[in-house]
C-alpha cells in the first residue's frame, strides 16, 4: 500500500494524462487528480498557478507523489516514486 499523497494535474484530451492515470490504477494506488482543461475562470487560474509552482512550464501531465515532481508519462520514475 503506498503511504504518500498522490495528485495529477492532467487534461482531459491528453494520451499521456490517460497513460499516467491508467497506470496509477492499474497499480492500485489513491490519487486525486484535476483535469485543467475542464475548468472555467477563477479556478482554472488558481489551478495553473498551482500547477506552476510545481511545474513552471505548466506542462501535463504534472504528477506530484509525496514530495517528487514527474512530469510527463514516465512509467518507471512513477513506480519508483510509489516505491513498487
Known amino acids: 500500500m503506498v503511504d504518500k499523497d498522490v495528485k495529477v494535474f492532467s487534461l482531459s484530451t491528453c494520451s499521456h494524462c490517460k497513460s499516467t ?11 486525486d487528480f484535476v483535469d ?24 501535463f ?13 514516465k512509467e518507471n520514475e512513477i513506480k519508483e516514486a510509489l516505491g513498487l
Do not use: Q, W
Open 21 to 31: 492515470k491508467e497506470l496509477l490504477a492499474e497499480c492500485t494506488v489513491k490519487y
Open 36 to 59: 485543467v482543461d475542464l475548468l472555467e475562470g477563477d479556478e482554472r487560474k488558481a489551478i495553473l498557478e498551482d500547477v506552476k509552482k510545481f511545474n513552471p512550464k505548466c506542462s
Open 61 to 73: 501531465p504534472t504528477v506530484i507523489i509525496g514530495e517528487k515532481v514527474i512530469v510527463g508519462f
